[in-house]
């Protein structure tokens, strides 16, 4: 089966409410062979599509002589499973009436050639538990937020369910999509990756779907597209919300179908795959805005996984750091516990991607000045101020009269105009030069903007 259908209780979910839902309903449905050679036989369907027929290319393979090559399908939508003759010799008839295509209902008897299956749907609740574990696959976090999406990713990655991950830029979508395909059966298969919102709106569809020769102006030749190299294995759709309305009708029907042609091509091309998308918005306030069709958000959303921004989990500060200093340094650094305390402070309104960019150019400035031999990241060399005559670090003051909470909250917001001076200094005040360098969305630079009234 190529798809498993989850859903989870969302109607009260927020972005910044839970992590990920505590448990998931995984919906399925079965056929079961009530008259035939294979009387008593169960088929448990849990794809999006699912086809019967004679041959061995169907989902469920029937070999009897009276039975079509390929001779219907089931496909599920939001109104349920339906049921679509696909021009078989003998028809395909449900509860005793030949139909073309009908709705499904619970104990429906279908009928194809001398065959009678009875369709049963059924539902199976799987509790979310938090992974005891810190590290799965490339993504590391202590937080309890980022162990509930391990738990998470552990339960549903060996499914072939749909995958909608959600967060802000840099929180690293991709490493959440990567790790789901790694823990899936198809891990060893292609890992296709399109990001919508770098491709050009007029080539988008040639890079999801390819070409034929000749079919636009500078078609030279034919070229596939990522839906058909990623066949077998995982396509990751990111950045799915800049995916203009006039494609997503098109994307809808392959996901519902598996099926495509090419740009200016007439060969029908049927793919076996699973789809994960990833985007910054929020594609439930988009379909209200009508930017973003519901039924493609229905067909996307079946396990949705939303990412907390770092400064929401500040406990994974210290081990992304680690293992970011691993990769960008085999040969051993330190980091001084100003430079350490400072990173751990801040607000990462680029998060993840912003940490790494950060630590990157620490240990670069850190070996151009030859911090005590490059053993060390200092705090200078991390972009936060060193006080006069002293010791590299931050130069705070604390209040003794004050709690722990209070005083570094006080320090934050000092870093925050610190740091939103010194970028819109150097960005001249444009405030979407400003977001490009911080590698911050441009509405929560706004907010900080406000939020300590710099004009």
Same mark, same amino acid.
């Given at each position: 089966?190529?798809?498993?259908?989850?859903s989870?209780?969302?109607?009260?979910?927020t972005r910044?409410?839970?992590?990920v839902?505590?448990?998931?309903h995984?919906s399925?449905?079965k056929?079961?062979v009530?008259?035939g050679?294979?009387?008593?036989?169960?088929?448990?369907l849990?794809?999006?599509v699912?086809?019967l027929g004679?041959?061995?290319t169907?989902?469920?393979v029937?070999?009897?002589?009276?039975?079509?090559?390929?001779?219907c399908?089931?496909?599920?939508d939001q109104r349920?499973y339906?049921?679509?003759d696909?021009?078989?010799?003998?028809?395909?008839f449900?509860?005793?009436a030949?139909?073309?295509?009908?709705y499904?209902?619970?104990g429906?008897?279908?009928?194809v050639?001398?065959?009678?299956l009875?369709?049963?749907?059924?539902?199976q609740?799987i509790?979310?538990?938090p992974?005891?574990?810190?590290?799965?696959?490339s993504?590391?976090?202590?937080?309890l937020?980022m162990?509930?999406i391990?738990?998470?990713?552990e339960?549903v990655?060996?499914?072939e369910?749909?995958?909608l991950?959600?967060?802000?830029?840099g929180?690293?979508?991709?490493?959440?999509?990567?790790t789901v395909?790694?823990?899936s059966?198809r891990k060893?298969?292609?890992?296709v990756v399109?990001?919508?919102?770098a491709?050009?709106g007029?080539?988008? *569809? $040639?890079e999801l /779907?390819?070409?034929?020769?000749?079919?636009? !102006?500078?078609?030279?030749?034919t #070229?596939?597209? =990522?839906?058909?190299?990623?066949?077998?294995?995982?396509?990751f759709?990111?950045?799915?919300?800049?995916l203009?309305?006039?494609?997503?009708?098109?994307?809808?029907?392959?996901? *519902? $179908?598996?099926? /495509?042609r090419?740009v200016?091509g007439n060969? !029908?091309?049927r793919?076996?795959? #699973?789809?994960? =998308?990833?985007t910054?918005?929020?594609?439930?306030s988009?379909?209200?805005?009508?930017?973003f069709?519901?039924?493609?958000?229905?067909?996307?959303?079946?396990?949705?996984?939303?990412?907390?921004?770092?400064?929401e989990r500040?406990?994974d500060?210290?081990?992304l750091?680690n293992?970011?200093i691993?990769?960008?340094?085999?040969?051993g650094?330190e980091?001084?516990p100003?430079?350490?305390?400072?990173?751990?402070?801040h607000d990462w309104?680029?998060?993840?991607r912003?940490?790494r960019?950060v630590l990157?150019?620490?240990?670069?400035?850190?070996?151009?000045?030859?911090?005590?031999?490059f053993?060390?990241?200092?705090?200078?060399?991390m972009?936060?101020?060193?006080p006069?005559?002293?010791r590299?670090g931050?130069d705070?003051?604390?209040?003794?009269?004050?709690?722990?909470?209070t005083?570094?909250?006080?320090w934050n917001?000092?870093?925050?105009?610190?740091?939103?001076?010194w970028l819109?200094q150097?960005?001249?005040?444009?405030?979407?030069?400003?977001a490009?360098?911080?590698?911050?969305?441009?509405?929560?630079?706004?907010?900080l903007?406000k939020?300590?009234?710099i004009?």
């Open positions: 089966m190529r798809d498993d259908f989850v989870g209780d969302r109607a009260d979910k910044r409410a839970p992590t839902e505590r448990a998931i995984l399925q449905c056929l079961v009530i008259k050679a294979a009387r008593g036989h169960e088929y448990v849990s794809a999006d699912v086809r004679k041959a061995e169907n989902d469920i029937m070999p009897e002589d009276t039975v079509s090559r390929v001779h399908e089931i496909l599920r349920g339906l049921l679509r696909l021009d078989s010799t003998n028809g395909t449900l509860d005793g030949e139909v073309r295509e009908a499904l209902r619970a429906s008897v279908l009928t050639g001398t065959v009678q009875r369709f049963q749907p059924f539902e609740r509790e979310i538990l992974s005891e574990k810190e590290r799965l696959g993504m590391v976090g202590r937080s937020a162990r509930e391990f738990g998470l990713i339960r990655g060996p499914t369910a749909t995958v991950i959600e967060g802000e830029t929180v690293g979508k991709d490493q959440v999509a990567r395909h790694d823990c059966r060893d298969k292609p890992f399109v990001d919508c919102g491709v050009a007029n080539l988008i *569809e $040639s /779907f390819g070409h034929e020769k000749g079919a636009y !102006t500078g078609a030279t030749a #070229r596939q597209g =990522a839906f058909e190299m990623a066949d077998g294995g995982t396509i759709l990111d950045e799915l919300g800049e203009s309305l006039d494609l997503q009708p098109k994307l809808l029907r392959v996901l *519902e $179908s598996r099926e /495509f090419r200016g060969r !029908t091309i793919v076996d795959i #699973r789809v994960i =998308a990833a910054k918005q929020d594609l439930r988009e379909v209200q805005k009508g930017k069709r519901e039924d493609l958000y229905f067909r996307l959303s079946v396990v949705p996984i939303y990412v907390p921004p770092l400064r500040k406990e500060v210290a081990p750091i293992e970011f691993k990769k960008l340094a085999p040969e650094l980091m001084t100003e430079a350490l305390d400072g990173l751990v402070a309104p680029g998060n993840v912003e940490l960019n990157e150019r620490g240990m670069y400035l850190s070996k151009q000045v030859g911090s005590e031999a053993k060390f990241i200092d705090a200078t060399a972009g936060f101020p060193r006069a005559g002293g590299s931050v705070v003051t604390f209040d003794p009269t004050q709690s722990y909470r005083n570094k909250e006080r917001d000092d870093f925050e105009r610190r740091y939103l001076t819109l150097r960005s001249q005040g444009n405030i979407s030069r400003a490009r360098e911080a590698d911050m969305d441009r509405k929560y630079l706004h907010k903007i939020k300590h009234g004009s």
